[in-house]
């Protein structure tokens, strides 16, 4: 049996066989109210893996927070190998306001790497990198659909890094969509310090999903099996969900202004042309139809009614056998965490 080592988070170091909560300190509130961010790290005895688990980079994406919180009451950890980094809710700021945006109103997953002497995004996404990030060896980084809209769930990745592609695998998600970084974002710094990286998005902003949080909690779950961070026997051998490789997708946008009446949910199957919904006037009787331009499956959609000319309605995953996907996304209702 190797020791594993030890690691150092701020001014705090964990030893193996600690489990401790970091209180990392930012920069305090206008009214000289300390702030901190709350780190629990989990150090095995035996050396292995650091998995980094991140939720609420979005503040007001707290699907994450619970599967966090719901990992950490496992006690399948206290037969962990390697370490264990989870932040349950990294944008303390905007989860104290229920926003997705810091006070300074940036979107801190536009800002990374960040600086110490920039914005308050810049440096708080400069101080996740330099304490946190560039200690994992691997990440997962979860999230939610924005305000207003939900997402069936699904893993992003960038599937051109094998290590990626295989965590994404395991995961279990019924999709997973190859997806780029974006210039600024938290995925895009992982990829700079080759840091394998997966990003889970599933349900809505501000609203708690069981589907999503079981599906979210046994995901990770998987990839601590797969890490040989945990025991074979702490893990169901069961796995129920086929995941389907999305390398595409498309946001259907409104052609006009008024009330949207979906025919279509989320999850579903639909076809090139097939019927969406239509958009409603509200004085007058005209409708416009939405159409599909593509066969997929639908993994994303506004829930707000109220749509004006060019809003984004429903994402749509171009996928080999979209009746077999949407078919593996119903079998979540009964999946068991």
Not at 66 to 92: F, H, Q, S
Not at 100 to 110: A, C, E, F, H
Not at 113 to 125: D, F, I, N, Q, V
Request: charged content about 20%; glycine content about 6%; hydrophobic content about 40%.
């Amino acid at each position: 049996m190797t020791k594993n080592q030890v690691i150092q988070i701020g001014n705090e170091t964990v030893n193996p066989g600690e489990w401790r909560v970091v209180m990392l300190p930012m920069p305090q509130l206008y009214d000289c109210s300390p702030m901190y961010m709350p780190i629990n790290v989990i150090c095995g005895r035996q050396t292995g893996p650091v998995l980094l688990v991140t939720a609420a980079v979005h503040g007001d994406e707290i699907n994450g927070v619970e599967i966090v919180r719901l990992l950490l009451k496992r006690k399948m950890l206290k037969y962990l190998r390697g370490t264990l980094i989870a932040i349950p809710i990294v944008n303390v700021y905007g989860f104290l306001y229920q926003s997705r945006y810091l006070m300074d109103r940036r979107d801190l997953n536009r800002s990374f790497p960040g600086s110490e002497t920039g914005s308050l995004a810049a440096r708080l996404a400069n101080l996740l990198l330099q304490e946190v990030i560039v200690k994992a060896t691997h990440m997962i980084d979860l999230h939610t659909g924005s305000l207003h809209r939900t997402n069936v769930p699904q893993i992003r990745a960038s599937l051109d890094n094998d290590e990626n592609k295989k965590l994404a695998e395991v995961f279990g998600a019924p999709v997973i969509l190859n997806s780029s970084e974006r210039d600024g974002s938290l995925r895009q710094a992982s990829s700079d310090i080759d840091l394998p990286f997966i990003l889970y998005e599933a349900g809505e902003a501000l609203r708690f999903s069981e589907v999503s949080i079981r599906t979210g909690l046994r995901g990770v779950t998987n990839v601590l099996r797969h890490l040989k961070m945990i025991p074979a026997a702490h893990y169901a051998k069961h796995h129920p969900i086929s995941s389907t490789f999305a390398y595409s997708s498309h946001w259907v946008r409104s052609t006009a202004s008024g009330i949207l009446i979906p025919r279509k949910r989320l999850g579903d199957h639909v076809e090139e042309n097939e019927k969406l919904g239509m958009i409603a006037n509200p004085f007058i009787k005209d409708e416009v139809e939405i159409l599909s331009p593509h066969s997929g499956i639908i993994i994303g959609k506004t829930n707000l009614p109220l749509v004006h000319e060019g809003e984004a309605l429903f994402h749509i995953a171009i996928v080999e056998a979209p009746q077999e996907t949407s078919e593996q996304i119903s079998k979540l209702q009964n999946l068991s965490p």
